[in-house]
């Protein structure tokens, strides 16, 4: 699959920094292109956080989606912890219209680049 290699890694924690070992990560996202694979479902997965709460998603820097801006969604879940569903965005898109729906919190900056992959680091926290 074409696009910009993208690797998106963190931390899912509690609001006091406790890490969630074993919290799960579902995420989903289109291609470069914008579109979505309806099909053959690639660009989905789930990820499970280790035993410090990290996690690590390779995956492809998303296009455009159509009427809107380039976001990968994702739901995360852990015992005793509400679900959060949300999106993750990309610093210097261009969200036009959307700008209101974007939370600050789910704004991935890029760091230098390691290898071949554009780096995003990005905690979740999950409130109790």
């Known amino acids: 699959m074409g696009g910009t290699p993208l690797l998106v890694k963190g931390r899912v924690m509690t609001s006091d920094c406790t890490p969630m070992p074993g919290a799960l990560r579902d995420f989903w996202q289109a291609g470069a292109s914008g579109a979505y694979d309806n099909v053959g479902l690639r660009l989905r997965g789930k990820l ?10 390779e995956t492809i820097l998303p296009g455009l989606y159509p009427g809107g801006p380039a976001y990968i969604h994702v739901k995360v879940t ?3 912890r509400p679900e959060h569903t949300g999106q993750i965005y990309f610093q210097g898109a261009q969200f036009g219209d959307a ?10 900056t890029f760091e230098e ?8 680091p990005l905690n979740f926290v999950l409130d109790s």
């Open 99 to 108: 700008e209101r729906f974007v939370d600050a919190a789910q704004l991935a």
């Open 78 to 80: 852990a015992p005793g």
């Open 48 to 57: 499970f956080a280790d035993y410090n709460g990290d996690y690590q998603l």
């Open 113 to 120: 680049s390691t290898g071949q992959n554009i780096v995003a």
